[in-house]
């Protein structure tokens, strides 16, 4: 995704990158309005840990951002994007890590019912987990994420 990323906006000086938490669309919103900067002529890239129904990044409020912000192109990046049916005008992010199976996941920052956020990957999860160590051994990695040392 990284690669697909600067190869995009490469030749764009000084894009803005603006990182989605939970439920932090609308403060997001919120705090770019209010910025000391014109975002007019720029591209902005929002970034969110998972694509799943799609509110989140493609909902109303990015779209409504997306169209407002006067910024020359607004992207939208993601971890993980589920694979499943969405409304016709939230269908895909413009960049995305993995696509993943429509399961319940958890790691590298989501979780799963306040489970291990901190896992170094994506982990799927069975629905019939209700505690950490039956989440941790019912679930399969998706995509492990390398350590920095392990990639040298």
Not at 8 to 21: E, H, K, Q
Not at 109 to 115: F, I, L, Q, R, V
Not at 116 to 134: E, M, T
């Amino acid at each position: 995704m990284e690669m697909a990323i600067t190869e995009t906006l490469g030749r764009y000086g000084d894009p803005l990158i603006l990182v989605v938490p939970i439920g932090g669309l609308f403060p997001a919103a919120q705090i770019v309005s209010r910025l000391d900067f014109p975002l007019e002529g720029r591209t902005v890239i929002v970034i969110d840990d998972i694509l799943d129904e799609g509110p989140t990044l493609l909902g109303g409020g990015f779209l409504d951002f997306r169209n407002e912000s006067g910024a020359h192109k607004v992207y939208g990046a993601v971890l993980a994007e589920k694979k499943r049916a969405r409304e016709p005008d939230v269908q895909h992010a413009d960049f995305t890590g993995v696509t993943i199976e429509d399961r319940y996941v958890c790691g590298c920052g989501m979780d799963y019912k306040g489970y291990p956020r901190n896992v170094p990957g994506i982990l799927f999860i069975s629905r019939s987990a209700p505690q950490l160590d039956r989440i941790l051994r019912n679930a399969h990695f998706a995509l492990p994420i390398p350590s920095p040392a392990s990639s040298v």
